[in-house]
């Protein structure tokens, strides 16, 4: 490990937050992390880091600040809020935000951050909790060309794709497309499973069968070992991804844009909530579609 000149922030230290900011810290950055629960901080300086009791107080002494938060009005809070990363914004500092937020949000925040001479990147990512903790995340940038060259170092210690999309909300608005993709991906694939197990034939066979012609994906690559383990564990959280198709549908809104795929996709992760497996894996949408079809995935370990 080397050490890096560049001082990092990180507020926000969930499931993927923490490992993101472990990754950097573990590069040789030096970081100062903050979190409303504590336990994450605490985790995190033992293994080096700096801790901070505000937004404002970890901006102010690093040179490039992340945030990875739930939602828009998560992130207008921590950066525009009392307390927040606007008091101590400043020429040269750059703020990075790592949450899936409404373009608009990140539009609105890179102009006002830009008052103050502080460059803004929207860089939402994907890849799960795996691609976090494995620092193989795929992370989507809009922004300034300037603030992407500072920061792309720290980039590297989270990700093996960096892609400069545009201007201020062009990540987010990448992310919300590839989360168009996502869901239609899981949903595809529990009907699939359903349909198979549902006409009696093996569902493991038809996804060997299938993926390896034009129907192959991650999500057949990587889901359906864990589905037939009854493995449903988050991976990337039911709830989240409802969140994200909400902001798919209010941004196709706003531009009049239709997407009936999506919203229909989008009910049935809504639904989940209804049926109290938020906290599950999005992949376990396939519940849903179990509960209209009257089974249940068969364990199989052949």
Not at 78 to 102: F, Q
Not at 148 to 161: I, Q, R, S, Y
Not at 198 to 215: L, W
Request: overall charge neutral; some cysteine; hydrophobic content about 45%.
């Amino acid at each position: 490990m080397r050490a890096h000149s560049i001082k990092v922030g990180y507020i926000g230290l969930g499931l993927m937050g923490k490992s993101i900011a472990r990754n950097i810290l573990k590069a040789g950055f030096p970081l100062v992390v903050h979190n409303r629960s504590r336990a994450a901080v605490a985790e995190l300086v033992a293994e080096g880091a700096g801790e901070a009791f505000s937004p404002a107080e970890v901006a102010g002494q690093v040179d490039v600040v992340f945030t990875n938060l739930p939602d828009s009005p998560d992130v207008e809070k921590v950066v525009l809020g009392p307390g927040g990363i606007l008091e101590a914004a400043r020429p040269g500092l750059v703020y990075v935000d790592n949450s899936t937020v409404k373009p608009a949000t990140a539009r609105r925040i890179a102009d006002e951050l830009s008052k103050k001479g502080t460059l803004a990147l929207d860089a939402p990512v994907s890849g799960g909790d795996i691609g976090a903790r494995n620092g193989t995340l795929t992370i989507m940038v809009g922004g300034e060309s300037a603030a992407l060259e500072k920061v792309m170092p720290v980039f590297m210690a989270m990700g093996k794709t960096v892609t400069h999309v545009g201007g201020p909300g062009a990540g987010q608005v990448a992310k919300a497309a590839n989360q168009i993709m996502v869901a239609a991906q899981m949903v595809a694939m529990g009907e699939l499973l359903v349909f198979s197990q549902k006409a009696g034939v093996n569902p493991q066979k038809v996804v060997e069968a299938v993926k390896g012609g034009a129907a192959q994906c991650w999500t057949l690559d990587v889901k359906p070992p864990r589905l037939f383990a009854g493995n449903r564990s988050p991976g990337f959280k039911a709830y989240m991804q409802a969140k994200d198709m909400n902001i798919v549908l209010e941004t196709a809104r706003e531009y009049g844009v239709p997407l009936p795929a999506t919203a229909e996709n989008a009910q049935l992760f809504n639904a989940m909530l209804q049926m109290g497996m938020g906290e599950l894996d999005n992949s376990a949408v396939i519940g849903v579609l179990e509960a209209l079809a009257g089974i249940k995935l068969e364990e199989r370990h052949d």
